[in-house]
């Protein structure tokens, strides 16, 4: 009997070892959420080095440029009016003289509205274009970020340390350089002094 009660007892361990691994089998896994792939790009550095953005820099300073020397030529032109109406007071009338100084005053705030006119007109086209290739810079990123797999891009900027593997800049403006060469730069709505067309010379 007690031989027999062993064997009943052995019996029932290796039941419920088997019914065990029974439940252990059956029993959904538990899957570990896998990390996600984070990469980082220099948006200013896109900008900065791509074609494009090359470009872009280059048309504003086209502009600058222009605009620089046509306001210069009209201040000049109102510094000499300025200085010669200083030495005819002597021998002008007062209403005379008052009238002069008045005309040359309208001229002074002309030549400041059209200033002040041309930088605004010139940071709009600025902002337009530079809002278009922030646009193309978006949409590379994300295809780059999508063909390795990354669930989440951050700027360079945000981040303090960083293995530079994860640095995906270079490959943004490979691509952007032969999807876009150059980004359309709006002509300035300004009006210079002396000047019909706000375009640089050779430029229409």
Not at 166 to 189: A, G, H, W, Y
């Amino acid at each position: 009997m007690a031989a027999f009660g062993a064997i009943r007892m052995v019996a029932g361990v290796v039941a419920l070892l088997m019914s065990g691994s029974a439940l252990a089998q059956t029993a959904p896994a538990k899957s570990a959420a896998a990390p996600a792939i984070i990469v980082i790009v220099d948006a200013a550095r896109v900008q900065r080095e791509s074609v494009a953005g090359k470009g872009l820099v280059a048309e504003r300073e086209r502009y600058q440029q222009t605009y620089n020397t046509e306001f210069e030529n009209a201040r000049k032109q109102l510094q000499a009016a300025e200085q010669d109406l200083t030495k005819q007071r002597a021998t002008l009338a007062s209403d005379v003289f008052q009238e002069k100084v008045r005309t040359l005053n309208a001229r002074i705030a002309e030549f400041q509205r059209q200033y002040q006119g041309a930088v605004r007109a010139l940071d709009k086209s600025t902002a337009t274009a530079s809002n278009d290739l922030q646009k193309a810079v978006v949409g590379v990123t994300s295809e780059v970020a999508s063909e390795v797999g990354a669930g989440l891009v951050l700027h360079k900027q945000q981040v303090f340390l960083h293995d530079e593997r994860m640095d995906i800049t270079p490959q943004v403006i490979e691509r952007l350089n032969k999807r876009l060469s150059s980004i359309p730069f709006p002509v300035p709505d300004a009006h210079l002094p002396g000047v019909e067309d706000a375009a640089p010379k050779g430029k229409k």
